[in-house]
C-alpha cells in the first residue's frame, strides 16, 4: 500500500512558477512508475507526465519544454516543476503511483492516487 499527499499548488500569475511534490509513504516511490494528472473544472482527469522507475518520462504534448518530472529517492517524493504556466493549466493536480514498470498514460493503470492539489494561474 502506498500513500500520495501532493503539496505546492497555489495562485500564480500567467508565466510564472510553481514546484509540487508528491510525498510516498508506505513504500519506495523509487521501484514505482509515478505519474501526474490534471482535472480542470467539468472536464476529464487527464495525463500531464509520467516517469517510470528506470527514469524514463513522457510528456502531455501541451506541457512539453515548460513542465518537468523529477524523482528524490532520498526524501521519497516525486516533484513537478511547472515553468512558463498559462491560464488553461489551472487545475486540480493529482499524484499517483503504479507497480507496472514503464512510463504509463492511462489513469487506468496507476494503483495509487492522492487527494489532489489546486493550482490557479491567472491572466
Known amino acids: 500500500q502506498v500513500q500520495l499527499v501532493e503539496s505546492g499548488g497555489g495562485l500564480v500569475q500567467a508565466g510564472g512558477s510553481l514546484r509540487l511534490s508528491c510525498a510516498a509513504s508506505?513504500?519506495?516511490?523509487?521501484?514505482?512508475?509515478m505519474g501526474w494528472f490534471r482535472q480542470a473544472p467539468g472536464k476529464e482527469r487527464v495525463f500531464v507526465t509520467t516517469i517510470s522507475p528506470s527514469n524514463s518520462t513522457v510528456y502531455a504534448d501541451s506541457v512539453k519544454g515548460r513542465f518537468t518530472i523529477s524523482r528524490d529517492n532520498a526524501k521519497n517524493t516525486v516533484n513537478l516543476q511547472m515553468n512558463v504556466l498559462k491560464p488553461e493549466d489551472t487545475a486540480v493536480y493529482y499524484c499517483a503511483a503504479s507497480m507496472r514498470n514503464l512510463p504509463l498514460v492511462r489513469k487506468s493503470a496507476y494503483d495509487y492516487w492522492g487527494q489532489g492539489t489546486q493550482v490557479t494561474v491567472s491572466s
Open positions: 508506505g513504500r519506495t516511490v523509487s521501484s514505482y512508475t
